[in-house]
């Protein structure tokens, strides 16, 4: 589905995705319209899905989350069943934050964050290779995080 946004739809998701607390009479003022069909761009944009949620970004160094993994996994089958059994399981982990089925050699990716490096071991002894699902699994340690954005690059969705 493509939906046509206007250059102020664009400008209010950008602001939203830059503080998600800012005021709908705040949005209103930087996009040069008034509060009430601000309000109701929002709700539209809301109702159509392009804002799914509004939350806080926590801050995981600060909670002593120091460790980030992106780890490539095979399986041991690609069948279907299989496919759903692994991706049932792995959603239960919240230490996986982000997982992705690849092309490539790569059957899935994942994105793990844990406090620290023997918490990460345990993880991956006991939960992931554990699993007779999975056949092979490599761990890419992250050592300095230079990007982090939760920001989608908006700029392209004018026309």
């Given at each position: 589905?493509?939906?046509?946004?206007?250059?102020?739809?664009?400008?209010?998701l950008k602001l939203l995705q830059?503080?998600?607390?800012?005021?709908?009479?705040?949005?209103?003022?930087?996009?040069?319209?008034?509060?009430?069909?601000?309000?109701?761009?929002?709700?539209?944009?809301?109702?159509?899905?392009?804002?799914?949620?509004?939350?806080?970004?926590?801050?995981?160094?600060?909670?002593?989350?120091?460790?980030?993994?992106?780890?490539?996994?095979?399986?041991?089958?690609?069948?279907?069943?299989?496919?759903?059994?692994?991706?049932?399981?792995?959603?239960?982990?919240?230490?996986?934050?982000?997982?992705?089925?690849?092309?490539?050699?790569?059957?899935?990716?994942?994105?793990?964050?844990?406090?620290?490096?023997?918490?990460?071991?345990?993880?991956?002894?006991?939960?992931?290779?554990?699993?007779?699902?999975?056949?092979e699994l490599h761990s890419h340690?992250?050592?300095?995080?230079?990007?982090?954005?939760t920001e989608l690059p908006l700029?392209?969705?004018?026309?």
């Amino acid at each position: 589905m493509t939906l046509s946004l206007t250059k102020q739809d664009v400008e209010i998701l950008k602001l939203l995705q830059q503080d998600a607390t800012t005021s709908t009479a705040t949005i209103a003022e930087k996009v040069n319209i008034s509060q009430s069909p601000c309000w109701r761009r929002i709700n539209r944009m809301e109702q159509d899905g392009l804002i799914r949620g509004r939350v806080a970004l926590l801050d995981r160094n600060a909670l002593g989350m120091d460790v980030v993994v992106f780890a490539t996994i095979n399986l041991t089958s690609t069948g279907r069943q299989n496919l759903i059994e692994f991706e049932r399981e792995i959603v239960r982990h919240p230490e996986v934050i982000e997982c992705y089925t690849m092309t490539g050699i790569w059957d899935y990716m994942l994105k793990i964050v844990t406090r620290d490096i023997r918490h990460y071991e345990d993880f991956a002894r006991n939960t992931l290779t554990a699993s007779e699902s999975i056949r092979e699994l490599h761990s890419h340690m992250a050592v300095t995080e230079i990007k982090n954005s939760t920001e989608l690059p908006l700029d392209s969705q004018l026309q």
